[in-house]
Structures are given as C-alpha cells and as structure tokens.
C-alpha cells in the first residue's frame, strides 16, 4: 500500500511515493518523468500513463496532487500553460492510479506550506513560485489564506503594462507572467531575435545578449511587483521557489530590485530563502499528506529524498 504526492509541472511530473509496511512507512521514492506535450488532451492521459507505468500495479491509498491550474466541478476550467486541456474532465487523470482517495490543490497552496518547515516560528510568509508561470501562496496569522474562491495568489496575471498588446493564454493582456516568467522572458526574446525560434526551454539559450537583456528586465520587474506585495501585506519573510531560479542572473537581478525598492519606503528586514528544498510543492505535498503536527517526520522523509539525489548525482 502506498500514498502519492504528485506534482504536475508544464515539463515534467514529479512523484513522491511513500510505501508503508505494517504501520510505518518503509520506503521512499522520488520520481520523476516529462511532460508529454502533445497538444493533445487524449494523447496526453495516454503517454502518461505509460510513464507511470512503475505505479500501475500498486494499491495506492491517497494522492495528493499538485495541479497548476483552476478546477470547477472536476473539470480543468483554467490552465493558461496547457489551454488544450481545459474544458476536460480532470477524474482522467487521476483515473491512471486509481487512488482510493484523492485530493488535488493549486501548485503554490501546497509550497507554502513547506514554509511551515522552513519558517516554523513565523505566522506570515510568501511563496512565490517562477516557472513557465508565476504564482503565489500565503500564510497569514498561521493560517492558509487562500481567497473565498481558493484562488488566491495569482501573481503572474497582475495586469503590469495595461497598454500591451500581448495576450495572455488567461485571455487578459499585460500580465506579469508574460514579462518575468521563464516562458514569457523566452518568448519576448524571440520576438527580437528570430535565431531563437528553436529554442523551447529559457535555460537552453542563456548566453544569447537578448535573452541575457529580457532576463534582467523581467526580473526587475519581478522584484518591483514582490515589493508591492511585502507593502500591501506587511509580510516580510519570502520563500522562492521554482525553475527560473536556477539562474543566478536572475536571482541577483530580482533580489536588487526588491531591496531598492523597500530601501525607498520602509527599510523593513527581509528574510528570503530561494531554493531551499528540491521541490517545494512536493513538500507542502508531504506536510499535507502526514499533517502539520508531522513536520519532524515530514523532514526526515525530505532529507532522506534529498540525501538519494545527492548521490544520484
């Protein structure tokens, strides 16, 4: 028997299993595979599956599933990274395990809640997540804030340059995610330099001068809109999360920009940690899974995954 805490990105999906002996938990697995892409809803559920193939067998317990987009009634009503697979219905999914109980949150719902490990004596904190798109999760007086819809925290579709003409897959124009996110910066590139055209990932392409020129912009921009968040909430303890911010260039660029910004107002102590765990969806996914009164077990079972990678690598 085993639980799932599985975190669907827009290049891979990557799997926490946890396999119980009689009453404790006697392995851990970490796992991951790609995205299939296909453009195809159907064809998709259909490569997946085959990818999952290692769990196909299992009785699987629980699953918790990390999902960057907005569900209504069970169908994938929002997914501006995959418009292709909205209006389905998300039960073919979670159909290719066949969990006997299931439970599905947005991606940054469950990062911040690793920042109940990471900052266990703050009652507020940020997560912020900078991928193919950028989100957003809170924690306010200790508890989960997550709006009265549950979408609270959609930080890459703040409107940031109303006169654009760029259209965002969310069907509003200008949002932050166009500009500072690593699909955005990749794709503003290439509307100046068309020698990017091959190129589908940002970090495949980082020497290029144009790139290296929208980098800078979108994660100045980045830092600017963060520093409207810390004013509008007074929160000042940040956790950043995500593929972009395997770029040391846009980490330094975004964290200047923040700081020049607060410097002018307020001069508030910021305490920001980038990175602090392999996968922080997954971690919140654990916590989730186990319960916050779990957190010395739930780190055990993140440095014992953690400890794995290291020597993988």
């Known amino acids: 028997m085993i639980d799932m805490i599985l975190d669907i990105g827009g ?14 938990i006697s392995n851990i697995r970490y796992t991951e595979t790609p995205f299939p892409n296909t453009k195809d809803f159907s ?52 159909k290719i395990l066949n969990p006997k109980e ?35 999760g809170l924690i306010i007086n200790g508890q989960l804030f997550v709006g009265d819809n549950g979408n609270a925290g959609e930080l890459g579709h703040i409107t940031v340059f109303p006169e654009s003409t760029i259209t965002c897959p969310c069907g509003n124009r200008g949002c932050l995610q166009l500009f500072s996110s690593g699909k955005g910066i990749l794709e503003r590139a ?29 994660a100045e921009l980045l830092g600017q809109y963060i520093s409207n968040m810390i ?22 660029t975004f964290i200047d920009s923040l700081y020049k910004q607060e410097k002018k107002y307020l001069d508030r102590e910021l305490t920001i940690n980038i990175r602090p765990y392999f996968n922080a969806s997954l971690v919140g996914g654990v916590i989730k899974m186990l319960g916050k009164e779990k ?19």
């Open 190 to 218: 290439k509307m100046v330099d068309n020698s990017l055209s091959e190129y589908k990932l940002l970090q495949e392409c980082l020497g290029n001068n144009i790139v290296k020129k929208k980098i800078k912009e979108g």
């Open 11 to 24: 290049t891979s999906i990557k799997i926490v299993s946890l396999t119980y002996g009689k009453k404790e």
């Open 43 to 94: 064809e998709d559920i259909f490569q997946i599956k085959k990818s999952l193939t290692l769990f196909l067998n299992e009785e699987i317990r629980r699953l918790v599933i990390c999902f960057p987009g907005v569900l209504r009634n069970n169908k994938i009503f929002k997914w501006p990274n995959k418009t292709y697979w909205e209006g389905n219905n998300f039960y073919n999914f979670v």
């Open 231 to 252: 004013n509008f909430l007074d929160v000042t303890t940040i956790h950043i999360n995500g593929g972009v911010t395997n770029i040391n260039e846009y980490n330094e």
């Open 295 to 313: 957190l010395e077990q739930v780190s055990n079972i993140i440095n014992n995954i953690e400890n794995k990678m290291e020597k993988v690598e």
């Open 102 to 136: 299931w439970l599905v949150f947005d991606d940054c719902t469950l990062g911040v809640l690793s920042n109940l490990l990471l900052y266990p004596n703050k009652q507020n904190s940020l997560f912020i997540n900078v991928g193919s798109g950028i989100g957003c």
